[in-house]
């Protein structure tokens, strides 16, 4: 049964940091992406991590302030969200995929977990 388990979320005022963690269970997965939907707005890509090579990708909006991680023996990815703005206030969904492809859409995902509501006051 493959699965993946988000923790992490919850409240922070302007400036604060949250970490966000997926945990996949049932399959090692290549591709790891957050992404975050706000009410009202598209599901947009944040950030996301190739566990082969490490190569990253982010979001215009959240260079320098987000940072993707991974523990490959705990079959885990962190989002790191640091100086966070009012505009960051989403549900983070983590999402995977057994192929390359850091920018891949939304669409391409056949794995996702039950997202995590993020809010900055």
């Known amino acids: 049964h493959v699965q993946l388990v988000e923790s992490g979320g919850g409240s922070a005022l302007a400036g604060g940091s949250v970490r966000l963690s997926c945990t996949a269970s049932g399959y090692t997965f290549n591709t790891y992406s957050w992404f975050r939907q706000a009410p009202g707005q598209e599901r947009e890509g944040v950030a996301a991590i190739d566990t082969g090579d490490g190569s990253t990708y982010y979001l215009n909006s959240v260079k320098g302030r987000f940072t993707i991680s991974q523990d490959s023996a705990r079959n885990t990815v962190y989002l790191q969200m640091n100086n966070l703005q009012p505009e960051d206030t989403a549900t983070y969904y983590c999402?995977?995929?057994?192929?390359?492809?850091?920018?891949?859409?939304?669409?391409?995902?056949?794995?996702w977990g039950q997202g995590i509501q993020v809010t900055v006051s």
């Open positions: 999402a995977a995929r057994p192929f390359a492809g850091c920018t891949s859409p939304a669409s391409d995902f056949r794995f």
